[in-house]
């Protein structure tokens, strides 16, 4: 798979068929998507193509100090590549870029460059300064230019639509086999352990503190998760505190997992992948740390109960 990260470097192609879009998280719906593109190029003899953005719009329009990154523009792209995708154009989002026309986008990106047969977006996509670039847009671009518009039957499971967005409540929700069933897989993330306080020690409970390794990468909401986490290829189930630990008057919010494993050895300043499976329970304040010790050894049962069981349900 080819990436370019700048309309400058982008060669002219004869021909391709083409998608323009976020895509975070590559969900299910987006699979749908991808896959069909990948169909029809191979059917047509073309390059199957995506249009891009980073960082996520959302910074720019909105100055959104908020975290909603699913993931991280590098694992983006290698789920564009397992899917099959040929050419990927990465486009920097700035504020300058936000403020170009529908039209100019339309005519001087995806007609210019691309020289698209086929065009695949959902009818509730929209490009260009102040969404001109909207669906009804690009069905009449497409008639004059003579490029076929797919446009996807939005991907529904157990009556739910697959989005992004609702991705990302079921996240801070804690419903993550729920988020498996949208995403094909566990939400999780790249992370680096770092100095924590280590308090853990003392209540004969290590934790690894750990941060997201991409700027603004959404994680789950306050609370307590059986997780897996992998270290050098090597796979672990692990106890997740996310949160304040109020018990202990603490303001800042830390992750901290603890290992269900003795087969490991100072995972500090290392890099980890962190897969979060289930939520146990919310945290919560206690009046002792006596009874919050007693707290994690039923945690920590809970924990091993389920292991067997995502074993056997996810195969993992």
Known sequence: MEIIKSIEDFKKLESSVLTVGNYDGVHKGHQDVLKFLVREAEKRKVPSCIITF?????YILFNDKISVNLQSIESRLESFKEIGINKVLVIPFTEEFSKMPANNFAEK????????????????????????????????????NNIELHHPIMRKIDNELVSSSIIRKLIMD????????LMGKFYGFDATVVQGSQRGKTMKYPTA???????????PGVGVYLTRVFVDGKKYFGMCNAGI???FNEKKFVMEVHILSDKFGNLYDENIYVEFLDKIRNEKKFDSKELLIKQIENDKEVCIKLIDTFKEKYEI
């Open 54 to 58: 980073f960082p996520n719009p959302v």
């Open 109 to 144: 990106i995806i007609r210019k460059l691309f020289n698209p047969q086929l065009i695949s977006v959902g009818t509730n996509h929209y490009f260009g300064h102040k969404k001109e670039g909207d669906f009804n847009f690009l069905t009449n671009f497409c008639e004059e």
């Open 174 to 181: 804690g419903r993550l086999q729920d988020v498996q069933k």
């Open 209 to 219: 503190n750990f941060i997201p390794n991409f700027n603004k990468q959404l994680v």
């Open 245 to 247: 630990r109020p018990t």
